[in-house]
């Protein structure tokens, strides 16, 4: 309606995973198994540090620190022989993503290339921006089909190719031929790897990132370290990838609370973290448990949260399952399920199995 909006614009929605109305799970818990989050929010003790240094350190009518340089510290740090030099921050991954399609694809100068199902915000932010995004399938184990991939390559103009290790929502870890195929794409080529469940599968390939110019990993505040409120997500990359990033972010784009949090969870990283132990724990369950009912086909998951595909509709069963109170995600054709805390897991089950045997 709007004359100067984009044309394009139109077949767009604006994201929006859900509507949390606070008041309303007061009295009807909502168990949130939909967004991959870890069920666990910070402990009472960090959250005073936090606010400690919120009263006495952050100075609100102050722009933040906007070279982020002890928060890269402490990341290049975690993330392995890496310097301030390979890493930038964003606002969550999310930003990142944008960025690097800003730094490669944009103005016509080529498209990505993505393996479905994936990580959705590839494909949209791709498409905000104009970028055409070339799509290949998965085999029957989630695994990238190489010979349709491979030919992408040579017959379209991919500028990036990107990866979820493990994958979202399938749950499966990069294979080695996936990963030799990484390892030989040509130099004007970028691999983005995505490593937002990187704490819970505990794959990584950073070790060779310093051997790739053309490999950028991601990873996030928002999912094992339980930062999710605060935005943060980080890129590791050879220090001219890193350079273009910088270029194409906005000012301060991370708030100093963020900063403050994201450093807290890095410093307190084996308190935060010691919980993943008991989430893997709870997805074997859980598998155990789903395995059960006939209706699912499964898959083994290298991350927080469990993918089933089933003959079954299942707009009308994850909706059936909200108004219960489990929200899981219905999405790449199937159900993708976050393994929450032990009593959140019983009560899925529960609901489920009685959805699906009655
Ligand atoms: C959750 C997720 C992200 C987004 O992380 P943010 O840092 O919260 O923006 C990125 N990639 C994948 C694969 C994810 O699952």
Known sequence: MLEFIRSDLAEFAAYNTRHTDHSHLVDHPLDRLDVNENPYDLPAELKQKLAWTWQNEIESN????GGYLALKDAIAQYAGTFTAQNISVGNGSDELIRSILMCTCLNGEGSILVA????????ILAKTLGIPVVSVDRTKN??????????????QSIRVVFVVHPNSPTGNALTQAEIEWLRNLPQNILVVIDEAYFEFS???????L?????WVILRTFSKAFRLAAHRVGYAIAHPEMIAALEKMRLPFNLPSF???????????????LAVVAEILEQRAIVYEKLKQLPALQLWQSAANFIYARSSQNLEELTETLRQQGTIIRHTGGGL?????TPD?????????KALLTE
């Open 62 to 65: 102050r722009y933040p620190d």
């Open 116 to 123: 479905n199902p994936t990580f959705s915000m590839y494909g």
């Open 142 to 155: 989630f695994a990238i089909d190489l010979p349709a991939a491979q030919n992408a390559i040579e017959t």
């Open 202 to 208: 505990q794959t990584t390939l950073a070790g060779e």
């Open 210 to 214: 310093l051997d790739h110019a053309n």
């Open 258 to 272: 963020s900063i403050a949090a994201a450093r807290l969870a890095l410093s307190e990283r084996d308190l935060l």
């Open 336 to 340: 993708r399920i976050t393994i929450g």
């Open 344 to 352: 959140e897991n019983t009560r899925m089950f529960d609901r489920l």
